[in-house]
């Protein structure tokens, strides 16, 4: 009986010792999926005026009630300010110390009055990354602290840290900082003209029924877009799709560029072996062009991001197209470039690559802030009644399906699995325990 007695307390302070150790492992594992293997054991604070902003100043373990480093996450960039107060212990760090990202980009600007170091940088400069997730686009990078050894050079007084940021995007939202006036707007944007002409570029759903709710593409997919423009009491008017650029970021002297539709109305990637970008024929409406388009990415491009500028423009529906009003596909099986509408000879310099002057706008136009993001242009004359530079973007582009980071285990699956290996062990336990006694009281019968 002394032997089972004994045996049993072990076996209770072996469940005991095993709860203990399962409850550290579900707690130190949630940590590390949250942020990070380096910060366990650490402790955190946050500092994020920026509602989409995420910073862990647990490298500082700053005792200062200021906000060490704070981080607006603006439309295209991200603003980082820091206290030179670091590590809130009254000692101003240098400048100069101070860094963004794996580029080590400089600060852009300092306020000696009040200590303040403010760094300016794009969401894909200075050596951030992407990581997409089902709900956002997070942007990361980080803010470096490497002091230069002052003085005597065999001792040092503080020790280098770097502090973790992410500014992240909803996918299916519109995001706005409060800080800034919007300077583009994601997944379309639209301009008008003196007449009232609006005119819209927009990612359709495969059947052209509805708006793409998500501007996630997978290489091998295809990208349909609507051209569109809202007359109004205008005079019926016929819509046509001047050109296409793409480039991985806003602005017309973005490098590298890609056009897949150029002289005055031609698909031109439809003509490559891999492609079978087309417009779609008929159109649904004259004021409406609806086409698609492999999706494809800039090679060497860690960004993986497209932003599309086409030039829009408008003449009165009774014009008959002609090779500087066109749309024209080519066909690969007779290996001809045909029209939406009208004959094929506006299509012939398509392949001459010779379709005259191009009606372009010297600069794309950007929204407003005095008209309600619309802005105006003088109206050319001739048969064009209007035209536009209209953005579409950011588009993200993958080149294989990512596994989201970060994926916390489903509830109750980690409490189920050490619930079983408790009772498998528990039950081994006492089956030992079991024999044990029953070969004691065999060798010592009463």
């Known amino acids: 009986m002394h032997l089972a007695s004994s045996l049993g307390f072990a076996l209770f302070c072996c469940l005991l010792e095993?709860?203990?150790?399962?409850?550290?492992?579900?707690?130190?594992?949630?940590?590390?999926?949250?942020?990070?293997?380096?910060?366990?054991?650490?402790?955190?604070?946050?500092?994020?005026?920026?509602?989409?902003?995420?910073?862990?100043?647990?490298?500082l373990q700053a005792a200062s009630p200021l906000h060490p480093v704070s981080v607006w996450c603006q439309e295209a960039q991200m603003v980082v300010t820091v206290h030179r107060d670091l590590f809130g212990t009254g000692r101003l760090v240098r400048a100069a110390d101070l860094t963004l990202g794996t580029?080590?980009?400089?600060?852009?600007?300092?306020?000696?009055?009040?200590?303040?170091?403010?760094?300016?940088?794009?969401?894909?400069?200075?050596?951030?990354?992407?990581?997409?997730?089902?709900?956002?686009?997070?942007?990361?990078?980080?803010l470096n602290y490497s002091p230069v050894r002052a003085g005597n050079p065999v001792i040092i007084r503080t020790s280098p840290a770097a502090v973790p940021i992410e500014c992240h995007y909803p996918r299916r939202n519109n995001v706005s900082s409060h800080a800034v006036q919007p300077t583009w707007a994601p997944?379309?944007?639209?301009?008008?003209?003196?007449?009232?002409?609006?005119?819209?570029?927009?990612?359709?759903?495969?059947?052209?029924?509805?708006?793409?709710?998500?501007?996630?593409?997978?290489?091998?997919?295809?990208?349909?877009?609507?051209?569109?423009?809202?007359?109004?009491?205008?005079?019926?008017?016929?819509?046509?799709?001047?050109?296409?650029?793409?480039?991985?970021?806003?602005?017309?002297?973005?490098?590298?560029?890609?056009?897949?539709?150029?002289f005055n109305g031609c698909m031109v990637d439809g003509r490559l072996d891999d492609a079978t970008s087309t417009f779609i024929s008929p159109r649904p409406r004259l004021d409406v062009l609806q086409f698609e388009v492999d999706a494809f990415k800039f090679a060497g491009d860690s960004s993986s991001l497209l932003y599309i500028t086409c030039h829009l423009k408008v003449s009165p529906a009774g014009h008959a197209p002609d090779p500087q009003n066109k749309a024209c596909s080519f066909h690969k099986p007779s290996g001809l470039w045909a029209p939406v509408e009208g004959t094929r000879a506006v299509c012939s310099c398509c392949e001459t690559r010779s379709c005259g002057t191009a009606r372009r706008s010297q600069q794309p136009l950007a929204p407003s802030r005095r008209h309600g993001g619309r802005s105006r242009r003088e109206l050319p004359p001739g048969p064009v009644v209007g035209e536009a530079d209209v953005m579409l973007g950011p588009l993200l582009i993958h080149s294989h399906r990512q596994r989201p980071a970060g994926r916390v285990p489903p509830e109750?699956?980690?409490?189920?699995?050490?619930?079983?290996?408790?009772?498998?062990?528990?039950?081994?336990?006492?089956?030992?325990?079991?024999?044990?006694?029953?070969?004691?009281?065999?060798?010592?019968?009463?």
Do not use: K
């Not at 203990?20 to 650490?42: C, D, K, N, R």
């Open 103 to 142: 580029a080590d980009c400089p600060a852009t600007a300092q306020n000696t009055a009040e200590n303040v170091v403010t760094f300016m940088a794009g969401l894909h400069e200075c050596g951030s990354t992407l990581r997409v997730t089902p709900e956002a686009l997070i942007y990361s990078t980080s």
């Open 187 to 262: 997944f379309r944007s639209t301009l008008s003209s003196e007449e009232r002409l609006l005119f819209s570029l927009l990612l359709m759903n495969d059947d052209w029924s509805t708006e793409r709710a998500s501007a996630v593409f997978q290489l091998g997919e295809v990208l349909r877009i609507q051209a569109g423009v809202s007359v109004g009491n205008h005079a019926p008017l016929r819509l046509f799709v001047d050109s296409c650029v793409a480039a991985p970021s806003p602005g017309r002297g973005s490098s590298p560029q890609y056009a897949f539709i150029d």
């Open 412 to 446: 109750g699956a980690g409490s189920r699995v050490g619930l079983g290996l408790a009772v498998g062990l528990a039950v081994l336990l006492l089956a030992a325990l079991g024999a044990l006694a029953a070969r004691w009281t065999h060798s010592n019968p009463v």
């Open 18 to 59: 095993m709860g203990a150790a399962y409850s550290s492992w579900g707690f130190l594992q949630g940590e590390t999926e949250l942020w990070g293997a380096q910060s366990l054991g650490q402790p955190h604070a946050f500092s994020q005026p920026s509602p989409w902003a995420w910073v862990d100043v647990s490298q």
